[in-house]
């Protein structure tokens, strides 16, 4: 009996025979060989030991919590789907919100896990091993809980149909396809930075609790499920990336300017994803919880105080271009709605012109910019749209070379005028949103030069055909796109709606 008791481990004894008995001295090959990568970047580790998982998971505790979890999800889904639960949603205007996170967000999880699988292979250390390997699980299965999640819409919108293929292809998709090309194609210590820091951290508080409340708000069960599924997921991510800094700081101090220079770029291009995120909470779900300024307040401001206080000890000092995003958030969303409606010919989802109610929210949430800048705006595109003269723009923007944005952002001391920087480089001319844009092209201007862009793409393949590339991006042209007032979406949903409470039907 006694035998029998021994040999049941406890977590942490657990957790070290997991890890360190994995760590073996190569005999006919050396470190350098088994870990290419780990050198290139200039970060210096001397000991691999001292990387800690915090979690301590153990494989067999994982997937008892994974499939816990999952169990609970599917018997969720298949409830909503059962009981018709998207029309328990507050408006099919909501499902713009939700086809762009499918087309541009849940692609981005199944590129992560790719990132996690390379990184657990490049690290030295058994515990970063563990971890990177149980991330790579987690990231594949937010790509497939979203997916699921989401097919279920499918059946009866316009929209869903083709993300994998305009994650690849369509203009505003290839924004989170570039910072995760961005990041797989870094050493792997910079990965961590780019997803375990910007992704998790700060896109994460911004993008994920936000957009979750969006959509209890907005009645969109499915939605609600896959984040709390994936949630408990993401406090082990974030906890991970943070180890990750505070392990090259401690390693060695020449690794500070390395990581300092990481977190400024890594910050913003996080910042510039976000811009999507505050245009989504400020326009696009019919029953909002906060505006994006307020979401910026909580889990920006605050939080990110917190983190950078708490980094200060190791010298790091808060992201080079906190002011200039600090001074862009009360016209970031209005900026990006107005380009996606103006561009709606060329979006997998619907925009609309905001309803006077909406107006008057939005005042109320920015009341230094939204009645003096972009109120006489949308008043404008009012006008054309009631004169039947909708604006159309089927002109294409310049986009930026790093965040593949258009350049559609106002200088940060003056919202009268559009930012724009150009760099020379080898005789050609690269043109940016932003100083933060250019920053990060200028600091590695061969790697950027190579970054797959959507416009020039249109012209050398489709020779400009705009039917050819709707095809190419998969979009059905007076279906996916254009107006939300007389689309598909709007009448079938009202229909389907009124059929539900009627008895003449
Ligand atoms: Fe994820
Ligand atoms: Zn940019």
Redesign the pocket.
Known sequence: MDTHAKKKLGLKDKYRLLTRDLGWEPSYRTHEEIHPYLNFEGIKVHDWDKWEDPFRLTMDSYWKYQAEKERKFYAIIDAHAQNNGHLNLTDARYLSAIKLFLQAISPN?YC?HKGFARAGREFAGVGTQVACQMQAL??LR?AQTQIHAMSNYNRYYEGFHAFAQQRDRIWYATVPRSFFDDAMTAGPFEFMIAIGFSFEYVLTNLLFVPFMSGAAYNGDLATVTFGFS?QS??AR?MTLGLECIKFMLEQDPDNLPIVQGWIDKWFWRGIRILGLVGAMMDYMLPKRVMSWREAWNIYGVENGNALFRDLARYGIKPPKHWEDAEKSIDHVPHQFMLALYQWNFGTAFHTWIPSDDDFEWLSKKYPETFDRYYRPRWEHLKKLAAAGTPLKNVGLARLCQVCQLPCIFTEPDDPTLTCHRETEYRDETYHFCSDGCQHIFENEPEKYIQAWMPMPALFRELQGDIPQWMDWVGMVEGKDNHDYVGSHDERNFNNWRAAAASNNV
């Open positions: 999880e992560a987690d990231e937010h994936a997921d993401e991510h």
